[in-house]
């Protein structure tokens, strides 16, 4: 299971309280994505990113916050403004000079709030 | 924006018997549709894709078809085996576009 990997796990949260998840990857893949998933709701997409220093919001970005100082790493943060921010939460990344762009994902990090 | 609609959302088949998944997606750009497969409490992994110059692809007893006119793609897995319960996830996305569009999910039960 190379290549893309988060950490922690599993966290924990209390309310109020902002956490940090971290996402890295060694395939030398430009971009960089972060998903929320819940039973049932599929794979929604938080933020993204292409290079280096620069980065999207997606369809529910509100309450997150990334940053992309590596290329290899994307951590994201889950602030308390996140109203429900209990879930799975998966990281992935792709090659954009590949002809198609297949996503590799982490092992995801589920996080719960206590 | 693409939109992705995946059904059945529950998919109970017995085992051996075969297990069709459809998606419709909304964007005539897109040209690049992708199926995930995740186990329970696994990361998505990609099972097979296909790309819009091509109405049909095969790998084994996993098969995906695609008509653009319509815009809705399928997943098509034969002789089914208890390894394959499971979620799955279609996608599109326009080649070298920055994001994908994900469906849903199907739950797949293979009963015995």
């Known amino acids: 299971d190379g290549g893309i990997t988060q950490s922690p796990k599993y966290l924990f949260r209390k309310e109020g309280q902002n956490v940090t998840l971290s996402c890295e990857q060694n395939?030398?893949?430009?971009?960089m994505y972060w998903y929320r998933q819940d039973p049932g709701q599929g794979l929604r997409l938080i933020y993204y990113?292409?290079?280096?220093?620069?980065?999207q919001k997606g369809d529910i970005a509100e309450g997150y916050s990334v940053s992309r100082e590596k290329k290899e790493s994307f951590p994201l943060t889950v602030t308390s403004a996140q109203k429900n921010p209990t879930a799975f939460y998966l990281c992935?990344?792709?090659?954009?000079?590949?002809?198609?762009?297949?996503?590799?994902f982490g092992p995801g990090t589920r996080l719960t709030v206590l | 924006g693409e939109n992705v609609e995946q059904h059945p959302s529950t998919l109970s088949v017995q085992e051996g018997d075969s297990a069709v998944i459809k998606c419709t997606y909304s964007?005539?750009?897109?040209?690049?549709f992708p199926w995930y497969k995740q186990e329970l409490g696994k990361r998505p992994q990609l099972i097979i894709d296909?790309?819009?110059?091509?109405g049909e692809k095969k790998d084994q007893r996993i098969a995906v078809t695609l008509n653009k006119t319509a815009k809705h793609f399928s997943l098509h897995i034969t002789e089914t085996q208890p390894e394959d319960s499971a979620v799955y996830f279609c996608?599109?996305?326009?080649?070298?576009?920055?994001?994908?569009?994900f469906g849903k999910g199907t739950r797949l039960h293979i009963l015995p």
């Open positions: 992935a990344s792709t090659s954009l000079g590949a002809s198609y762009n297949e996503q590799f």
């Open positions: 395939l030398n893949h430009d971009a």
């Open positions: 990113s292409q290079i280096v220093n620069d980065f």
């Open positions: 964007d005539s750009a897109s040209n690049y």
């Open positions: 296909i790309r819009s110059n091509v």
């Open positions: 996608a599109a996305s326009i080649q070298r576009d920055d994001k994908i569009i």
